[in-house]
């Protein structure tokens, strides 16, 4: 039972992340009137959910980084923890969409992370080095460098 709620959670994460997301895929092939709203819309559904199966088997290494050495050493996780993780990067990346506000699924994946190991396991409980060295420095230094470099 618990399986199933935690592919529901992930399945509702990549909803709401594929109905935020899904409109910046297509959205040049309506304005550029290559095909209609609605062939659009199922186009971004059918590739949104192949990149998703791809992402499945493909990215290893972002689920190393997601799922390793952001607890500090000793520090394990609950499931408990887990499904407040997922759940709670669902429900901000669902609400953002609805109020049509800008917002960013590994963001919120990653504050999701932090901030349920913060209350979960206290100030000690999360590798903050860790943490800030593999996604928040890599997160604040891409737009410098993209700007930085000559075009």
Known sequence: ????????????????NGSN????????????????????????????GAGGIAAAFLARAMIKTFGSGLLAPGTRASFSAAFATIAGAALWVAFSTIKRLPVSTTHAII????????????VDGVNWTSLAGKIALPLLLS????VALPQ
């Open 1 to 16: 039972m618990t399986l199933i709620l935690v592919v529901a959670l992930g399945f509702a994460l990549a909803y709401a």
């Open 21 to 48: 997301d899904v409109s910046k895929g297509i959205a040049t092939l309506v304005g550029s009137g290559v095909t209609n709203y609605r062939r659009a819309i199922l186009w971004g559904t059918l590739w949104t």
């Open 111 to 122: 504050g999701s992370v932090a901030g349920v190991a913060f209350l979960a396991y206290g």
């Open 143 to 146: 737009p410098v460098v993209a």
